[in-house]
């Protein structure tokens, strides 16, 4: 083992770099909170009645229209075209 404490063998991040970091781990630890609550209520309280559920192919398609709608379509030359009005479904296939 070396003989040097762990943090001289680090590199420092840029403040805007460390920041950036702690915003992303409070960022996952809300969302990991939140994931536990539900977690949580499921164990104390059961399943909800399934007419109160959203289907899955309905939180599939609204979830990649909303992936769709953030990232351009890229096009030969590096430029990118308008998204598209066309339904999630149709912009990406699956096998």
């Not at 840029?14 to 969302?31: H, M, Q």
């Not at 899955?56 to 379509?73: F, G, K, S």
């Amino acid at each position: 083992m070396s003989e040097q404490p762990a943090s001289a063998l680090r590199q420092q991040l840029e403040p805007a770099a460390a920041d950036a970091v702690r915003a992303y781990a409070a960022k996952t630890r809300a969302t990991a909170d939140q994931f536990a609550g539900v977690l949580e209520d499921l164990a104390s309280n059961g399943l909800p009645p399934v007419d109160e559920c959203t289907p899955w192919e309905e939180l599939r398609e609204a979830h990649l229209a909303r992936l769709a709608a953030q990232r351009p379509t890229p096009t030969p030359g590096g430029r990118s075209r308008p998204k598209s009005d066309a339904p999630a479904s149709a912009l990406i296939s699956f096998p």
